[in-house]
């Protein structure tokens, strides 16, 4: 690569590297950019890190870095996304690009934006030398973001709503194992709206994506039926029915 001066891009710079150097006169350069989902405590939460160096040193972002020669975008994804959580096999997908020249004051940097499903918070103890620090934050109710990352966590909500209604990728954010009411709580919490419970398991049921297992959940209410995915893979299929316009 030519010289040129260093510059901090979008979420500082890629794994174990200090110092990367963009040349002025080159080619825009890429990164990427994950938004990670979980739930936790009824909550739909996106996993942020404290940018550490560069034009927004201590502000919030999403995880991220640049796409270093001869890689993928989708590898450096995979890459962070592991670094944050230490899982492997996550539900992950691209979003879109995000090419504003001046979203990053230092530099000229296009953004590949992804989205992950996590059915746990991981570790996420924010160790990783490039941030200050690491923590999940409710998504709706996040602070206030560096570079454009509010119009990422708005796609990729939007994103992430859409395709629960046409495809099975909820499965990403449960265990093995769980109830009826665990499922639709997902959906709730993710949509925020609810949902009618007869309707809903009806639908569910019809789809032939979920097996009863002979075991059931005891608590203070009263047992409840466990059920497993008879395939834990993305599939389009019609989970939920559209909304009726107004």
Same mark, same amino acid.
């Given at each position: 690569?030519?010289?040129?001066?260093?510059?901090?891009?979008?979420?500082?710079?890629?794994?174990?590297?200090?110092?990367?150097?963009?040349?002025?006169?080159?080619?825009?350069?890429?990164?990427?950019?994950?938004?990670?989902?979980?739930?936790?405590?009824? $909550?739909?939460?996106?996993?942020?890190?404290?940018?550490?160096?560069?034009? %927004?040193?201590?502000?919030?972002? %999403?995880?991220?870095?640049?796409?270093?020669?001869? $890689?993928?975008?989708?590898?450096?994804?995979?890459?962070?996304?592991?670094?944050?959580?230490? *899982?492997?096999? *996550?539900?992950?997908?691209?979003?879109?690009?995000?090419?504003?020249?001046?979203?990053?004051?230092?530099?000229?940097?296009?953004?590949?934006?992804?989205?992950?499903?996590?059915?746990?918070?991981?570790?996420?103890?924010?160790?990783h030398p490039k941030y200050a620090?690491? $923590?999940?934050?409710?998504?709706?109710?996040?602070?206030?973001?560096?570079?454009?990352?509010?119009?990422?966590?708005?796609?990729?909500?939007?994103? *992430?709503?859409?395709?629960?209604e046409y495809t099975n990728i909820?499965?990403?954010? /449960?265990?093995?194992?769980?109830?009826?009411?665990?499922?639709?709580?997902?959906?709730?919490?993710?949509?925020?709206?609810?949902?009618?419970?007869?309707? %809903?398991?009806?639908?569910?049921?019809? *789809?032939?994506? /979920?097996?009863?297992?002979?075991?059931?959940?005891?608590?203070?209410?009263?047992?409840?039926?466990?059920?497993? %995915?008879?395939?834990?893979?993305?599939?389009?299929?019609?989970?939920?029915?559209?909304?009726?316009?107004?």
């Amino acid at each position: 690569m030519p010289n040129g001066r260093s510059v901090a891009c979008s979420n500082s710079v890629p794994d174990g590297v200090s110092g990367t150097t963009v040349a002025t006169s080159a080619a825009p350069a890429v990164a990427v950019d994950v938004i990670i989902f979980t739930i936790d405590g009824g $909550e739909l939460h996106a996993l942020l890190v404290q940018v550490k160096h560069g034009p %927004f040193a201590g502000a919030w972002a %999403f995880p991220g870095g640049l796409v270093p020669l001869r $890689e993928a975008p989708e590898v450096t994804a995979e890459r962070e996304l592991f670094a944050q959580t230490g *899982l492997h096999d *996550l539900y992950l997908e691209q979003l879109r690009t995000f090419g504003d020249p001046a979203r990053d004051p230092h530099a000229h940097v296009v953004s590949v934006a992804y989205f992950a499903l996590v059915p746990n918070r991981g570790r996420a103890f924010g160790a990783h030398p490039k941030y200050a620090r690491a $923590e999940w934050f409710p998504v709706r109710q996040l602070p206030s973001l560096a570079y454009d990352h509010a119009a990422m966590a708005a796609y990729a909500l939007a994103r *992430l709503q859409a395709k629960l209604e046409y495809t099975n990728i909820v499965y990403s954010l /449960l265990p093995e194992e769980f109830t009826l009411g665990e499922l639709q709580d997902m959906y709730e919490i993710i949509l925020g709206r609810a949902l009618d419970r007869r309707n %809903f398991r009806k639908r569910i049921r019809a *789809l032939g994506l /979920l097996r009863g297992l002979r075991r059931q959940r005891r608590g203070r209410h009263r047992p409840a039926q466990l059920y497993a %995915f008879t395939r834990r893979e993305p599939m389009n299929v019609r989970m939920l029915r559209p909304r009726a316009s107004a």
